[in-house]
């Protein structure tokens, strides 16, 4: 993308309404624009960078053999009457009439819709396990929306629930999401800590929810402090293989980590003094697993292996897609803007020329900006006719990890600058070992 062309409607000035890092560096990275109270417009930037992230949950939640499906945004009100949560869920759901008085619903979660489509299909159990997941907008009508993305009343999420005909299936269905959301965070440069939680509306016996810890996160957490080495990393996982998905989730639920709400002074105290911890995070996700719940409720039963009908095991597991943007920012920023992590950056590379219309300099940015295309990667160039200091805090605004400076006295030698934007370290090299050295560090991204 040639930034003269593109829609990039960066802010001067603070945005006053902001409160936290990520909200104020979204507007003024020109990413979203609000519309309602904690209803937002995704604009390019923004949009791009959502996108991405919907791309990574996609192909970790597929990697681990759960499949893909959409639902619309409004429901029925007659769904949410047979489980129940009609009445229960209050005035966090937005309700809707629609011209023939029926009464619907801006989804808030699709429990009820899933299982819904669920008994309309599948009749034995011989056609679990099974766990379907999409990525849709959700409404909420919180209270407070604030802090931007990260508490919307309009948010993306990705929702994705299991049937499975035991307890015990349901519950490697729970530890296989577990192991997946490990994945799919690190692989956004995140780490975030699954901790004992509540079940909330949704309910649930075994519940945990994933948090990034941040200062401005709005959970109050405890912890082990070991808890915070621990790596998923490159490890390859059998997603069938219940011993493998029950040894990763105790890797990583056995040291205590608890929100406020399931936090007990009591067993805290078991923790070794140096290494207890209380601290604030951001919730990025969380998983449950009810039981029957919802499929007695509404009657979703399989045929059992002795031909008489019961009722499924559930669960259902969500990402805040939409959240993330502001849980990532909130992690990698510093006071000139965002730094992204590879794995989720809009641009791979930024090319600013500090010569616009000086021949050899327009020329090397448009060899460099074709180069990266040929090789898949999605360049930046700045080509405005502006001042360097200007192009360079646009590209810190906007926090690309890695920056090409160009200019007409570098070329005299043959080289260009390439900086990275979390170190602000920098190397002259030549072009074609610029692009190399950028191809590179993408390749090298687990995928
Ligand atoms: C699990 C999937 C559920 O709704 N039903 C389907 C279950 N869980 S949850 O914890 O309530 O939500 C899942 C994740 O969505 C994000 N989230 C939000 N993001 C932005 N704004 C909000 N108002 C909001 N509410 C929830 C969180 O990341 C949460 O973990």
């Given at each position: 993308m040639r930034l003269s062309r593109y829609f990039l409607p960066v802010l001067k000035e603070t945005p006053a309404e902001a409160q936290i890092a990520s909200h104020r560096?979204?507007?003024?990275?020109?990413?979203?624009?609000?519309?309602?109270?904690?209803?937002?417009?995704?604009?390019?930037l923004g949009y791009k960078v959502l996108k991405k992230i919907e791309t990574i949950v996609h192909e970790e939640q597929q990697r681990a053999g759960h499949i893909p499906l959409l639902m619309p945004t409004l429901q029925s009100a007659d769904l949410w009457r047979e489980s129940g949560?009609?009445?229960?869920?209050?005035?966090?759901?937005?309700?809707?009439?629609?011209?023939?008085?029926?009464?619907?619903?801006?989804?808030?979660?699709?429990?009820?819709?899933?299982t819904d489509i669920f008994r309309s299909y599948v009749k034995s159990y011989k056609d679990?396990?099974?766990?379907?997941?999409?990525?849709?907008?959700?409404?909420?009508?919180?209270?407070?929306?604030?802090?931007?993305?990260?508490?919307?009343r309009e948010f993306y999420m990705k929702d994705g629930y299991n049937f499975d005909l035991t307890k015990e299936d349901a519950l490697h269905a729970y530890n296989r999401h577990l192991v997946s959301y490990l994945r799919t965070y690190e692989r956004?440069?995140?780490?975030?800590?699954?901790?004992?939680?509540?079940?909330?509306?949704?309910?649930?016996?075994?519940?945990?929810?994933?948090?990034?810890?941040?200062?401005?996160?709005?959970?109050?957490?405890?912890?082990?402090?070991?808890?915070?080495?621990?790596?998923?990393?490159?490890?390859?996982?059998?997603?069938?293989?219940?011993?493998?998905?029950?040894?990763?989730?105790?890797?990583?639920?056995?040291?205590?980590?608890?929100?406020?709400?399931t936090h007990d002074e009591a067993v805290f105290a078991e923790v070794p003094e140096e290494r207890r911890r209380s601290a604030r995070g951001i919730e990025v996700g969380q998983i449950f697993y009810f039981g029957t719940k919802y499929s007695e409720a509404m009657g979703a039963n399989v045929q059992g292996p002795d031909g008489k009908p019961v009722p499924v095991h559930m669960g259902s597991h969500g990402i805040g897609v939409s959240r993330l943007l502001g849980a990532i920012i909130e992690a990698s920023h510093d006071d000139k803007g965002i730094i992204w992590p590879e794995g989720v950056t809009p641009f791979h590379v930024g090319i600013v020329n500090l010569?616009?219309?000086?021949?050899?300099?327009?020329?090397?940015?448009?060899?460099?900006?074709?180069?990266?295309?040929?090789?898949?990667?999605?360049?930046?160039?700045?080509?405005?006719?502006?001042?360097?200091?200007g192009k360079f805090a646009t590209m810190d605004l906007i926090g690309l990890p890695w920056r090409i400076t160009v200019g007409p006295r570098g070329l005299k030698n043959g080289v260009v600058e390439l900086t990275c934007r979390r170190t602000g370290e920098s190397e002259e090299l030549s072009p074609v070992d610029a692009v190399e050295k950028v191809a590179m560090i993408y390749a090298g991204l687990k995928g």
């Open positions: 560096l979204m507007l003024r990275a020109g990413m979203i624009r609000q519309q309602a109270a904690g209803i937002y417009s995704w604009l390019p949560r009609y009445d229960d869920y209050g005035e966090e759901m937005l309700r809707i009439t629609d011209r023939h008085g029926r009464d619907m619903l801006y989804g808030p979660t699709n429990e009820e819709m899933i679990l396990p099974l766990t379907l997941y999409h990525i849709q907008w959700k409404f909420r009508d919180e209270i407070r929306p604030r802090f931007g993305v990260m508490r919307g956004m440069g995140l780490q975030a800590i699954p901790m004992r939680a509540d079940g909330g509306p949704i309910g649930g016996d075994y519940t945990h929810e994933f948090l990034v810890l941040a200062e401005t996160g709005e959970s109050e957490v405890f912890y082990d402090s070991e808890i915070t080495d621990l790596k998923f990393g490159s490890r390859e996982i059998d997603y069938d293989s219940v011993e493998q998905c029950q040894a990763v989730l105790e890797e990583f639920t056995s040291r205590y980590a608890r929100t406020d709400e010569k616009q219309g000086d021949e050899e300099a327009d020329a090397a940015c448009e060899s460099l900006y074709k180069s990266f295309e040929a090789l898949g990667l999605d360049p930046l160039y700045d080509d405005r006719n502006e001042r360097a200091g």
